[in-house]
C-alpha cells in the first residue's frame, strides 16, 4: 500500500514558489465573452490546448469508471446528472461556490477550503483584509490557485498533473447538455508540470471547461489520474468501495482525503495502525485545511490531530450525506505542531479504544516512538512517576506532564468568530456564508445541533451564537 510520497519541507517549497505565480491576474486567460457551457468558449478550451492533448484511452476511461462509479452501466442517470455542474460563484457571496444539486459537495467543499485559503490567507500568515467578502467579481484567481494546489498534492511533489477535459468532438458540439457518458466518449488529457506557472496557466486556459457542466467530473478525473489508478488503488487497501456511492451518489471518504491530503485513504486518524499484521494508513501529516464530522461525535470514527489542527482555520464538515465547510479569520485557532502536541497525537496511536490511558507494558513502544531524546530514557525510573498509585496504567495527562513539566496551552482566544458555508441553499434562500460567535466555555446544551456535535470534537467546551438565530445545516 503506498502512502504519501515526499517530504513535508519540499512539498511546502514548491506550494509556496507557486503560490505567488497562481495569484497573478488572469487577464486575457480566457474570452471576455465567454459563459460556462457556452459553444465558444468550449471550443477556446479544446483549442487552447489542442497540440499537447491527447485522447483518454479507453482503458483508462474504463477503470475511472470502475474507481469512481462502481459498475457505470448501472449508475442510476439521475445519479450521474447530480454530478453535472462546474465550479460557478454565488451571485449573493462571490467567493462561495454553488452546488445544484446534492452528490458533488464531496469536491465542491474541499475545493471551496483550498479557495478560502487564497482569499483569507494570500500571503500564508499575516491579519486577513477586512474588505474581503465585498468584492464584487468571482475570485478566478483564488480558484486557480486551490485547484492547483490540490492537484500538486495529488500527484505529489514536483511530479507531473495530468489535467483532463472535454475531447475537442464534444467541445465543438458545446457543453450545454454534453452528459458524463458522452464525456467518456471524447475526453482528453494533457500532461502540465507542476513546477513554476504552467499549471496555473493551462487551468486558465480550461476555466470555460471548468465552469461547465462537466467541470467537477473532470477535475475530479484529473486528480486521480495525477495521483495515478495504481496508487490509488494501494491508498483504498481494502476498502475497494467506488468512490462514489449508489444510488445516492455521495462521495465517500477515500475521495475526500485524496483532495485534502492527496491520498485516498479511507482512515482520518492520525499515522498508520498494525490491527493484527494488517497495516491500516491513516494521515501521515498537518493538511493545509482540515476536517471534522458529525460521524465522529456518533463515535463511528477518529478525526487525528493532523486533520483537526490544520495549518490554516479552515475545515470541511462531513456529515452522513453531506460536506460543508467552516472556517475563521483567527489563525490562532490552529498552530504548528509542538513537541507536546506531537507527544499527546503518538499517545493516542497507542490508546486504540480512546480511553485516556494505556497500560504501562507499552511505554517502551511509546519512547521508541517519540525518538530522541525520549527513547533512551530509563522506563524502570519513569513508569512510578507516571502511574504513582501502582494501577498498571498511565493517563494521558500525566504522561505529557512528566516528560514536558513546562508545556503550556497554545493561545487560542477565548472568544472567535467562525463562518460557515453550505453550497446548497435552502428553498427560497441563497448561498451565502452565515456568520456565528463562540466561546470556549462549558456547554449548556451537549451538542444539540448536528454542527455544534462535530466542532466539539475539536472544542470540547463551546458555545456559539449564530446571526439571526440562523443555525446552519450540515446535513
Known amino acids: 500500500m503506498a502512502t504519501a510520497a515526499g517530504s513535508h519541507d519540499d512539498e511546502q517549497a514548491e506550494l509556496e514558489r507557486a503560490l505567488a505565480m497562481s495569484l497573478q491576474p488572469l487577464e486575457d486567460a480566457r474570452p471576455a465573452a465567454a459563459q460556462p457551457g457556452d459553444r465558444h468558449a468550449a471550443g477556446s478550451a479544446a483549442s487552447s490546448d489542442s497540440s499537447t492533448s491527447t485522447p483518454v484511452p479507453?482503458?483508462?476511461?474504463?477503470?475511472?469508471?470502475?474507481v469512481v462509479w462502481g459498475s457505470f452501466d448501472d449508475m442510476p442517470a439521475e445519479v450521474l446528472d447530480r454530478w453535472l455542474q462546474g465550479f460557478t460563484f454565488?451571485?449573493?457571496?462571490?467567493?462561495?461556490?454553488?452546488?445544484r444539486q446534492g452528490g458533488p459537495c464531496g469536491v465542491l467543499a474541499p475545493v471551496q477550503g483550498f479557495l478560502l485559503r487564497f482569499v483569507l490567507f494570500p500571503n500564508g500568515v499575516g491579519p486577513v483584509q477586512a474588505d474581503w467578502r465585498q468584492t464584487q467579481?468571482?475570485?478566478?484567481?483564488?480558484?486557480?490557485?486551490?485547484?492547483?494546489?490540490?492537484?500538486?498534492?495529488?500527484?505529489?511533489?514536483?511530479?507531473?498533473?495530468?489535467?483532463?477535459?472535454?475531447?475537442?468532438?464534444?467541445?465543438?458540439?458545446?457543453?450545454?447538455?454534453?452528459?458524463?457518458?458522452?464525456?467518456?466518449?471524447?475526453?482528453?488529457?494533457?500532461t502540465v508540470t507542476s513546477?513554476?506557472?504552467?499549471?496555473?496557466?493551462?487551468?486558465?486556459?480550461?476555466?470555460?471547461?471548468?465552469?461547465?457542466?462537466?467541470?467537477?467530473?473532470?477535475?475530479?478525473?484529473?486528480?486521480?489520474?495525477?495521483?495515478?489508478?495504481?496508487?490509488?488503488?494501494?491508498?483504498?487497501?481494502?476498502?475497494?468501495?467506488?468512490?462514489?456511492?449508489?444510488?445516492?451518489?455521495?462521495?465517500?471518504?477515500?475521495?475526500?482525503?485524496?483532495?485534502?491530503?492527496?491520498v485516498a485513504t479511507p482512515h482520518v486518524f492520525d499515522g498508520n495502525?498494525?490491527?493484527?499484521?494488517?497495516?491500516?494508513?491513516?494521515?501521515?501529516k498537518q493538511g493545509c485545511i482540515g476536517y471534522l464530522t458529525l460521524i465522529e461525535a456518533l463515535k463511528y470514527c477518529e478525526v487525528g490531530s493532523f486533520l483537526k489542527n490544520p495549518e490554516f482555520p479552515i475545515w470541511?464538515?462531513?456529515?452522513?450525506?453531506?460536506?460543508?465547510?467552516?472556517?475563521?479569520?483567527?489563525?490562532r485557532l490552529v498552530a504548528a505542531e509542538t513537541p507536546a502536541s506531537r507527544a499527546r497525537r503518538i499517545f493516542t496511536t497507542h490508546d486504540r479504544e480512546g480511553n485516556g490511558f494505556v497500560t504501562t507494558d507499552k511505554l517502551p513502544a511509546l519512547l521508541r516512538d517519540l525518538g530522541p531524546p525520549f527513547a533512551s530514557m530509563n522506563v524502570a525510573e519513569l513508569t512510578p512517576k507516571m502511574d504513582g498509585d501502582g494501577l498498571g496504567i498511565i493517563l494521558l495527562p500525566k504522561f505529557i506532564g512528566v516528560l514536558f513539566p513546562d508545556a503550556t496551552e497554545t493561545g487560542i482566544p477565548r472568544e472567535f468568530d467562525?463562518?460557515?458555508?453550505?453550497?446548497?441553499?435552502?428553498?427560497?434562500g441563497k448561498v451565502v456564508f452565515v456568520k456565528g460567535k463562540a466561546k470556549c466555555e462549558i456547554p449548556r446544551d451537549f451538542g444539540s445541533t448536528p454542527i455544534l456535535q462535530a466542532m466539539r470534537t475539536k472544542w470540547t467546551a463551546l458555545e456559539l451564537e449564530w446571526e439571526g438565530n440562523a443555525t446552519p445545516s450540515i446535513t
Open 58 to 66: 479507453e482503458s483508462v476511461t474504463k477503470a475511472l469508471e470502475t
Open 90 to 99: 454565488s451571485a449573493d457571496e462571490p467567493t462561495a461556490l454553488v452546488q
Open 137 to 190: 467579481a468571482p475570485p478566478l484567481e483564488a480558484l486557480v490557485a486551490a485547484l492547483a494546489c490540490v492537484l500538486r498534492r495529488a500527484a505529489g511533489p514536483n511530479k507531473p498533473v495530468t489535467l483532463v477535459h472535454p475531447g475537442a468532438e464534444l467541445a465543438a458540439s458545446g457543453l450545454n447538455t454534453a452528459t458524463i457518458r458522452e464525456l467518456h466518449h471524447s475526453m482528453a488529457q494533457q
Open 195 to 262: 513546477q513554476g506557472c504552467e499549471l496555473e496557466a493551462a487551468l486558465r486556459a480550461l476555466l470555460p471547461s471548468l465552469q461547465s457542466r462537466l467541470g467537477v467530473v473532470c477535475f475530479l478525473y484529473s486528480a486521480l489520474l495525477s495521483r495515478k489508478l495504481s496508487s490509488i488503488e494501494n491508498d483504498l487497501g481494502l476498502d475497494q468501495e467506488p468512490l462514489v456511492s449508489c444510488p445516492f451518489g455521495h462521495a465517500n471518504q477515500s475521495l475526500i482525503n485524496l483532495l485534502l491530503v492527496g
Open 273 to 284: 495502525r498494525d490491527l493484527g499484521g494488517m497495516i491500516m494508513f491513516g494521515i501521515e
Open 316 to 331: 470541511v464538515v462531513g456529515s452522513e450525506s453531506h460536506m460543508t465547510v467552516l472556517f475563521s479569520e483567527e489563525h
Open 418 to 428: 467562525l463562518l460557515h458555508y453550505n453550497g446548497i441553499a435552502k428553498p427560497g
